[in-house]
């Protein structure tokens, strides 16, 4: 599938990806280990190279970066090797120990890398995939009533589109996102927020299912592979929306459709980022219905029908219990059925 940053084909379908877990970050019988201390220097030998294989330990590849930003004279030698960045590797899954990386596997978050440093780590480093300028803030929208301008981070260098590999009691999903547009969140070994909607999903029964908060789709997808004949997913944040409709389309093996109709444009959602009126951004045809909107929740009752729906609440601020309230407050003004906060 075609890219929607880049334009080359680095986007596989689900099963395609899922098929190559867990081997992908596997050793071969000649790969070697060096697990280094993160809050040192690394060893002044510096790093080893890639494996035959192609592949090699994270550690080793923090190394080679560490080398660059000494080299480059934005480290001193003095700095401990975890302060090269974030590592999020590509795709994204519950591991129980550490990876040894092929080629494109890593995206990295940096907070002291400039555009320089970055084309010099996608150029000399193998298994950087990307470098993006992290920040102290969330990409995205943060507040439920769009009051908080949304911010993303910097694409440096490279293609930072990366995905996630969730589990279910249904089957796994696949989610794609642009890692500068979209807040952090990787794979463990269990999801409190999946296993809420898999109680719900299976106390209700529903029909319809809305997750209003959808993010790249996790929630609403899950509910599809449960089999709900009705789902709509909604976010008011452009490259949520459209990797949520995206997402659709790379998992539609598992559901009962025939096709998936993308109407979104990717860089023409940029120009208006946040949308109160709920507008469409993808469609499914065939006997599921999966619909996803870029919109306020507030509004998304102008688009459903008048049915009891079991919805779904993923907001950003759920920690306070105000603000969870009033989102419940504010959807069931308007929707029947039940609604929860997962």
Not at 245 to 260: H, I, M, P
Not at 323 to 337: D, F, I, P, Q, T
Request: aromatic share 10%.
């Amino acid at each position: 599938m075609k890219c929607p940053v880049c334009g080359e084909d680095c986007v596989s379908e689900a099963q395609e990806l899922i098929a190559t877990v867990p081997s992908v970050f596997s050793p071969c019988s000649d790969c070697s280990s060096r697990i280094l201390d993160k809050n040192l220097p690394p060893p002044v030998e510096g790093y080893r190279e890639p494996c035959r294989c192609g592949k090699r330990f994270i550690d080793e590849v923090y190394a080679h970066l560490y080398a660059i930003l000494v080299n480059e004279g934005i480290f001193s030698g003095e700095e401990p090797l975890k302060d090269v960045g974030t590592p999020l590797v590509h795709p994204g899954f519950a591991m129980k120990s550490p990876p040894y990386l092929p080629e494109n596997s890593l995206v990295l978050l940096s907070r002291v890398a400039e555009k320089k440093v970055a084309d010099r780590m996608v150029q000399d480093v193998p298994e950087i995939k990307a470098v993006v300028k992290f920040g102290t803030f969330t990409p995205g929208v943060v507040d439920p009533d769009l009051a908080v301008p949304p911010q993303s981070y910097e694409l440096l260098a490279g293609c930072d589109i990366r995905a996630n590999i969730f589990s279910s009691r249904a089957g796994p999903v696949v989610l794609y996102q642009q890692q500068s547009k979209i807040h952090i969140e990787f794979p463990r070994w269990s999801n409190p927020k999946i296993e809420a909607v898999e109680f719900h999903v299976s106390a209700v029964n529903p029909e319809w299912f809305v997750d209003a908060f959808c993010g790249i789709g996790k929630l609403g997808l899950i509910g599809a592979r449960m089999g709900i004949p009705h789902v709509v997913m909604n976010d008011a944040w452009y490259a949520a929306a459209f990797w949520a409709a995206y997402n659709t389309q790379v998992n539609r093996e598992f559901f009962r459709v025939d096709n998936v109709k993308i109407l979104g444009d990717y860089r023409k959602m940029e120009e208006m980022p946040v949308i109160r009126k709920p507008r469409l951004i993808a469609e499914t045809e065939g006997e599921q219905e999966i619909r996803v909107y870029q919109g306020d929740f507030r509004e998304l009752h102008t688009i459903l029908p008048p049915v009891p729906v079991l919805a779904a609440l993923d907001i950003f601020e759920k920690r306070i219990p105000e603000a969870s309230e009033k989102a419940l407050e504010e959807w069931r003004k308007h929707v029947n059925g039940e609604a929860f906060i997962p």
